[in-house]
């Protein structure tokens, strides 16, 4: 899967969905213009009636209100827009904070990183599994306690504000091949950009819903002053008149809201298929899905969830949540059987009923969570640095088998100490200024000094009691142990992130120096806590090279620098790198490192995080060459080329995995 490709076909899917709701609300404008009208010619009706008129047929046709009013359609459109527009903006503003927003607004609790529930700790270990793989921050993980259905959704707009929910029916009636073979689905809409447009569905189709609703309430309280019209008849005029609206509103709203519905359904019932066939790719274990889909299939309750929330994020959900209205059309997700042979041709149509509950706890608790590393054959190295480099870039925002099965040999050489300490929400601040730790005795007293001086001697004595541990940690488990710690960081107040950058800042300058490590470590925590905060600060702004151009040579100057051992050799690497931006031959220079550090660099970063995904695309291309220029990836020079994929918000996986 191309995850840029992906991002162009989700904008542009975006882009026809509104096309067609567009038409549908001018069908809607229509719709209660005429039903204007005719309250108004009713209301015209009812007060020559009322004042005692006796007029000839002629007569009341010419006192009619004309078919064509400019004045009243004007008034409709604009009534119409407002009502529209306004619940939609209502509903985005409730949505936009993030994935962890839809997933409490359905009744999702936030699984506790040190849960006893082998369930649940099973569950952790396959997203932080898939999560590292990917290269994107691991997701916060939610359960619905009081579903009892197999669903599971993933929700967001960014990777950094993602979350994934799954029911209580999953946890207990799945394998962990199953579970995982969900997981991997809904990591596909994380990765290919369905998230953003699922918020942005569920905004419009609330906004649209709205007129349907206001209806009702008109209707509702006419109730109430059928007693208050006059005795004598006197008033009735107004009554009918409102009525009128009131039906109108109800029948446009509603209408609307069905062919807003149709369009939806049929979008994600295609999103659907393409989720599967990830989720076979990333895995390579058809059985785990299809052995979900069959559980569903087999199950009396199935993939139902009981909240009245479920028919507005329906399209959220692995499966169907709620039953399809109108002989399928609104379904959200195509039949089981055809997405069980899409993903098994040789399934012959039987499902079995699921098991009461899966039996996790009999597994040795060291070995919850853990798949057997698929067998797979070994790759051929590439021919080139070349190679490497456009390989390294075409694993953006993919998953493979050799990736997760990577990132679980990661995660198992990491001390047990400190997955546990990257669990915890007191500890993983802790867990994150030790990685900073400098190995010069020195400069590690300096470090701590600061420490002690801004975050207390409570901080100091946690640090002091996972250094063992981190001292035994190799290179290239630091990322990923990063990774880990990023939703228990994400949990802190806003409040407490100010302190964390600048403390962050103190560790790092401690030294005299920045090193390749200790930038990307900073700029994958706060561009991720950034997003987190404000996930509409993803939003691409700028689709012009020519507008970044200058940072592009910022960027790619500074891993110039830190790649090449002299200024000849940073020449070259510079010139490899450039060479894959042919729209701004000539326009890219090399910097001299006083021109290019990695404050400029970050500043640099900060701005092309706007940029659109072929920009980016290109931009990550050329720093790939460029620090594989010299035939050789450090893990150095990969951790600082991951930071600027991070600050760009593209999810690179580690290189060994690539």
Do not use: C
Not at 81 to 106: D, F, Q, T
Not at 269 to 297: C, H, M, W, Y
């Amino acid at each position: 899967m191309d995850f840029f490709a992906a991002e162009e076909r989700a904008k542009k899917r975006t882009a026809r969905l509104l096309v067609f709701f567009v038409l549908a609300v001018a069908g809607m404008i229509a719709a209660s213009y005429f039903g204007a009208v005719f309250a108004l010619r009713a209301a015209h009706g009812a007060r020559y009636e009322r004042d005692g008129y006796r007029m000839q047929d002629d007569d009341v046709a010419g006192l009619q209100a004309p078919l064509w009013q400019p004045q009243v359609f004007g008034a409709v459109t604009l009534a119409t827009l407002a009502v529209v527009g306004l619940a939609s903006l209502y509903k985005w503003s409730s949505l936009r904070s993030g994935g962890a927003a839809v997933a409490e607004s359905v009744g999702g609790r936030r699984v506790d990183p040190h849960t006893t529930d082998p369930a649940e700790h099973r569950l952790l270990n396959v997203v932080e599994e898939i999560a590292i793989a990917a290269g994107i921050p691991v997701p916060a993980v939610y359960v619905l306690d009081d579903e009892v259905g197999i669903n599971a959704f993933a929700a967001g707009l960014t990777t950094s504000d993602a979350v994934v929910t799954v029911t209580r029916g999953a946890l207990q009636k799945l394998t962990r091949d199953e579970m995982q073979g969900i997981i991997g689905h809904e990591f596909s809409h994380i990765l290919n950009g369905d998230m953003r447009m699922n918020v942005r569905l569920t905004a419009i189709l609330f906004g649209i819903l709205v007129i349907g609703l206001a209806g009702r309430g008109i209707l509702w309280s006419l109730r109430f002053n059928r007693s208050g019209s006059s005795r004598d008849g006197k008033g009735n005029g107004g009554v009918i008149a409102v009525l009128g609206i009131g039906i109108a509103l109800l029948v446009v709203g509603y209408v609307g809201y069905f062919f807003g519905r149709l369009i939806q359904a049929a979008v994600s019932r295609q999103r659907e298929f393409l989720a599967d066939a990830s989720s076979v790719q990333f895995t390579r274990n058809p059985a785990g899905i299809a052995g979900a889909l069959k559980k569903i299939g087999g199950y009396a309750i199935g993939s139902s969830i009981d909240t009245h929330r479920a028919a507005e994020i329906g399209h959220f959900f692995f499966a169907q949540a709620t039953p399809s209205a109108f002989g399928g059309l609104w379904a959200t997700h195509p039949p089981l059987a055809a997405r069980i042979r899409a993903i098994d041709p040789q399934f012959d149509g039987r499902i079995p009923e699921p098991p009461e509950v899966v039996d996790v706890a009999k597994e040795p608790w060291s070995s919850i969570g853990r798949a057997r590393p698929a067998a797979t054959a070994p790759a051929s190295a590439p021919s080139s640095p070349a190679a490497t480099a456009g390989l390294l870039v075409s694993a953006v925002g993919t998953l493979s088998p050799a990736a997760i099965t990577h990132a679980q040999t990661l995660l198992d050489g990491v001390p047990p100490r400190l997955r546990e300490a990257a669990r915890s929400s007191h500890d993983a601040p802790a867990l994150l200024y030790g990685l900073l730790l400098n190995d010069d005795p020195a400069a590690r007293g300096r470090q701590k000094a600061v420490l002690a001086s801004q975050a207390g001697s409570d901080m100091l004595r946690t640090l002091d009691e996972i250094e063992p541990a981190l001292q035994s940690l190799k290179p290239e488990h630091k990322l990923p142990l990063l990774q880990l710690l990023l939703p228990a960081l994400k949990g802190l107040p806003p409040t407490a992130i100010g302190p964390l950058a600048d403390l962050l800042d103190g560790l790092v300058q401690a030294d005299g120096r920045v090193s390749p490590f200790e930038f990307a470590m900073q700029k994958l925590v706060l561009r991720t806590l950034a997003v987190n905060r404000s996930p509409s600060a993803g939003v691409a702004q700028i689709y012009s090279f020519q507008a970044v151009a200058d940072e592009i040579s910022v960027v790619l100057s500074a891993l110039a620098h830190e790649s090449g051992s002299d200024e000849s050799a940073a020449a070259g690497a510079f010139a490899a790198g450039a060479a894959q931006l042919r729209l701004l031959d000539g326009k890219l220079n090399l910097l001299p490192s006083a021109a290019s550090t990695l404050e400029l660099l970050d500043a640099a970063l900060d701005k092309l995080a706007a940029a659109s995904g072929p920009i980016k695309q290109r931009l990550l291309i050329a720093a790939a060459h460029v620090v594989g220029a010299d035939g050789a990836f450090l893990t150095a020079e990969v951790e600082l080329l991951r930071a600027v994929a991070a600050a760009l918000d593209v999810p690179m996986p580690p290189l060994a995995a690539a």
